[in-house]
């Protein structure tokens, strides 16, 4: 990895951001094919006792056979898009590390967000990495520790965002809603699936 470009977000914390893992012109030519061709769908999931329309669409892309259930709903695999099988392998050499899965977020404005969560369902494994990678307009993502330690991050289109085995064991993330951005951004984050 290139030191000179990758910024820990903590220097206890396997956490770390390359704002230019994609280059800018790649970066606008996959954002372009990804938001024109995935077949974007808005889920519903179970929030106290409700069923509520998450704030954003989404898509999941897996090898064969894995599925991913969070909050009540259950994704179903859809093929590789050849652009998120491009991504996942520049990912994967840069990491050294295999991914299975990806689940992607299109934030159409500001007025789609993420709430507080980690990402800790029983198919990613005790101790999951992640690996996500942003397209389009920059957001802001949140980051406290169960210890109430809290750092926020810009994420600019083409960047990187690599949290470790421990992350997701100590601290809760979010990308809140915001008044200022008005363009979308496409969020994929890989993931390795136990099946």
């Given at each position: 990895?290139d ?8 220097d ?13 012109d790649?970066?606008?030519?996959f ?5 024109e061709?995935?077949?974007?769908q ?7 006792g ?5 704030p ?11 599925t ?12 590789w ?6 991504i ?6 840069y ?7 990806v ?18 369902e029983?198919?990613l ?9 942003s ?10 520790s ?18 470790g085995?421990q992350v ?18 496409i969020n994929?984050?890989?993931?390795d699936?136990?099946?």
């Amino acid at each position: 990895m290139d030191l000179n470009v990758k910024s820990y977000v903590a220097d206890d914390l396997d956490c770390w951001l390359d704002p230019t893992f994609i280059n800018p012109d790649e970066a606008e030519y996959f954002y372009t094919s990804l938001y024109e061709e995935v077949s974007w769908q808005q889920d519903k999931i179970r929030m106290f006792g409700k069923w509520v329309s998450i704030p954003r669409l989404q898509a999941f892309m897996a090898d064969s056979g894995i599925t991913y259930t969070y909050s009540g709903l259950t994704l179903t695999n859809s093929p590789w898009h050849p652009v998120v099988t491009d991504i996942k392998k520049r990912v994967e050499e840069y990491t050294g590390t295999s991914f299975n899965a990806v689940l992607i977020n299109l934030y159409r404005d500001g007025n789609d967000s993420m709430g507080w969560h980690r990402d800790n369902e029983p198919e990613l494994g005790e101790n999951p990495k992640i690996a996500s990678v942003s397209l389009g307009s920059s957001r802001r993502f949140l980051l406290k520790s169960t210890t109430d330690q809290r750092h926020e991050l810009s994420l600019p289109s083409g960047s990187l965002l690599w949290m470790g085995d421990q992350v997701q064991k100590h601290w809760q993330h979010s990308v809140p809603k915001t008044k200022k951005v008005v363009s979308p951004r496409i969020n994929l984050t890989f993931r390795d699936m136990k099946i």
